[in-house]
C-alpha cells in the first residue's frame, strides 16, 4: 500500500543579504527552519492536498553555519504516516559557499561549488493534518459510479498528484533491523587490527556490535592465517562462540570469497543458520569476477531451504533483483522476501541516491529492504536507507574507516553511529527477536 513513507521532497534557495543576520553576514538558524517549513508544506500538499500545520519539532541540530552568498539545498522525508500526523526527517545541506578571503586579494563574488555537500543542519518534526481537510480521499471517486450530477457540473478536479513511482518505498516502517558485517572474505589485518578472526575474536565482536544496536551478524569466518574459509568446522565454532555471548540473528555467508565453487560455499549451511545470503548473479568484483550464474543461484536457493534457513537476497546490480523475482515466480524462495542492495563494489552499480531510491522501488510490496554500502559509501547509504524507511548494514566486511582516515575500532562503533542516527529520525532500532519477526525467521 502506498502509504507516503519515503516521500521526498527538496528545494534549493540562494541566501541573500537579506538573510544574514548576525555579524560576518551569519545566516541565522530560524532561516534554515523556515526552509524546512516549506519542505514540510510541499509534502504535506504532495500527499493531502492541503498546507497543514507544522505541530513540533522534536529535535533540531545545527551543524555548520551559512552565510549569505550560500546556496542551501533542503530535503524532507516522511518517515512515518498516521491517521492526522506526518512524521519528517528533515537535512540542509550547504552546496555553494561563497570563499570570502578578501584578506588574500580574493574578490568578494568569488563562489564554489562544493565538492561534497556540507550538511548544516538536521531536524525530525511532526506535521498534521486534520481529517476533514484531508482532500485524497475525497478526489478518489467510487469504482463503476457515474459522477454525482452535481459534480458533473463542476470544472474537472485537479488531479491528484501522484509522485513519480521512485519516490515511494515501503510501506510505514519505523523498525529498523542493524546488521553487522564483522569480518567478510577481503579486509585483511593489514588494513586494520580491529579485524576479528578467530572464533573468541568474532563472537565478543558480536556482542560488542550487539550492545550498539545490531541484531542480525552477517558472519564468514577465516583461517588462523587470516585466509577467508568456508569451512563448516570453522563456521560451527564461530556460532556456537556467539551463541554462548548473545542473542543475534546469524546470517552466514554463501559467497564466500571469489573463486570458491558452490560446495565449498555451502559448507556453513550444514550449520543449519537462521540466515544465510544469496548472490543473485554474477559481476566484476574489483579486479576479480564473482561468479554466481543462474544454475548455481537456483542450486544455493534449494540448499538454503533445504538448511530451513531464511534467505537474503544480495542484489549488487538492479537485475539482480529481477532474477531474484525470476526464482520467487519459481517457487525457489520462501513468502518473505528480504532484498540487501550492495552498494559500490568496484564494477557493480555505484552508491548512489537515485540507484537506491530506484532499487527499493522494485521489490515487492509486502518485502523487506535493506542497504550494504562500501567504503566512504557506507555512512551516507546508511543514512539515505534509515531516512526512506529500509534497514542497514555496517561494518568492517565493506568499510574500515568511521571517518576520513580514522579506522573504527572493530564494527561497533559503526553500529552505534547508524543506531545514534536512527533515533535522531524517529527510527526504532529493534532486538534480534523482533528481527526474527520481522524476517519471518521464527515462523520457519
Ligand atoms: N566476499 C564476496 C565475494 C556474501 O557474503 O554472501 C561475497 C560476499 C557475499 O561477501
Ligand atoms: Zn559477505
New binding site residues.
Partial sequence: MNTGVGLTVTLRVRMGAHDAHYAGELVDGARILALFGDVATELLIRLDGDEGLFRAYQAIEFLAPVRAGDYVEATGVITKVGNTSRTMAFEARKVIANVRDAVNGVPASAADAMPEPVVVCRALGTCVVPKELQRRPRLVLPAFSAPPPELAELPEPRPIITPPPHVIVTPANTELILTAAIV???TTRAQTPWLPVTARELADEAARCRDAGASVI?L?VRNPDGTPSQSRELFAEAIAAIREKTDVVVQT??????GMGVDERAQPLDCRPEMA?L?CGTLN?GNDV?VNTRPLIRDLAARIRAAGSVMEL?CYEVGHIDEALALASEGLLGTLLHFQFVLGVPGGIGAREDVLRFMASQVPSGSTWGVAAVGRHQRPMTELAIRIGGHARVGLEDNIYLEKGVLAEGSAPLVARAAAYAKSVGREVVDPDRARQLLGIAAR
Avoid at 253 to 258: E, I, L, M, N, P
Fill in positions: 567478510g572474505a577481503e552477517h564468514h555467508s554463501t559467497g564466500g570469497a571469489v545470503t548472490n568484483f564473482f544480495e
